[in-house]
């Protein structure tokens, strides 16, 4: 079992940025792909951001690419998600996801089995 725990989300406005954590516990860290996906009200979850067991690749969606980086720090068990110009569009709840059959997962949704309990992030205009 791997459990994540996300935090750093909060209302900030356009412009702005945040810096979302996710910390893993259960499994060795640097086995696991890890990824960043959202949800707003009445869509489905989308991914954002992912990168491979040992930080070397890392993929983004188009709608946050040059904005948000992706990172992560095997020797604490975390991934972060830099997120930087962030824009109301970009509102939602944030999931960091784990892997732990593949090197890198990349955007598909059904390759991540555990998930967090997401951290709200909004940005007001």
């Known amino acids: 079992q791997v459990h994540l725990v996300e935090s750093g989300g909060g209302l900030v406005q356009a412009g702005g940025s945040l810096r979302l954590s996710c910390a893993a516990s259960?499994?060795?860290?640097?086995?696991?792909?890890m990824g960043w996906f959202r949800q707003a009200p009445g869509k489905e979850r989308e991914f954002v951001a992912a990168i491979s067991r040992s930080g070397g690749s890392t993929g983004y969606a188009d709608s946050v690419k040059g904005r948000f980086t992706i990172s992560r720090d095997n020797a604490k068990n975390t991934v972060y998600l830099q997120m930087n110009s962030l824009k109301p569009e970009d509102t939602a709840v944030y999931y960091c996801g784990a892997d732990t059959d593949r090197y890198y997962s990349g955007s598909n949704v059904y390759n991540y089995k555990y998930w967090g309990q997401g951290t709200q992030v909004t940005v007001s205009s």
């Open positions: 259960g499994r060795t860290f640097s086995g696991l792909a």
